[in-house]
């Protein structure tokens, strides 16, 4: 079956969640995780959970593990870096069934048109955990928006058509 016959099969109204791995944001400065929600919400997609936790690799995987079972996917932002605090893609890899390479490659070129160099420094990552797509993008606003806009709404619906959900 060609792409364009799967994405007429796209499922909507996804059940999402949301995290924030950040030591200093609230939910009054999380601009990037409001961006993410509205976003969702804009496809029309219900984001069912929404949190901050710090930026630990225990403590983000245990939020992601925590409700993934009521959930169609997770987004996470924060912690991609290289940073000594950024842990997010140490939280997530090892949970991950199959990665998406295609989608931090995709994510660093055209992160690269907007930015140039510093897109290398991006862990951005995505994949399939206990049948539930997740995604980890950077922290910022910027980087939250081009991933959203460009890749994870115009294919999550395909992607949880693709997983059987």
């Not at 983000?60 to 987004?75: F, K, P």
């Not at 069934?97 to 290398?120: D, N, P, T, V």
């Amino acid at each position: 079956m060609a792409v364009h016959e799967h994405k007429r099969l796209s499922k909507s109204n996804l059940k999402v969640g949301v995290i924030t791995a950040s030591d200093s944001r609230t939910p009054e400065t999380d601009s990037s995780g409001r961006l993410i929600r509205e976003r969702l919400e804009t496809a029309g997609h219900t984001v069912m959970y929404y949190e901050i936790v710090p930026d630990v690799a225990e403590r983000i995987a245990a939020a992601v593990l925590g409700r993934l079972e009521e959930l169609d996917a997770v987004i996470v932002n924060g912690g991609t870096g290289i940073a000594a605090r950024d842990s997010t893609i140490e939280a997530l890899r090892p949970l991950l069934e199959k990665e998406i390479e295609g989608f931090g490659e995709i994510f660093r070129a055209l992160s690269y048109q907007e930015i140039g160099a510093a897109a290398m420094l991006s862990r951005a990552l995505a994949g399939v955990c206990k049948g539930r797509f997740i995604a980890a993008l950077p922290g910022s606003t910027a980087g939250c928006r081009l991933a959203m806009e460009k890749l994870i709404v115009p294919e999550l619906g395909h992607i949880a058509y693709l997983l059987g959900q």
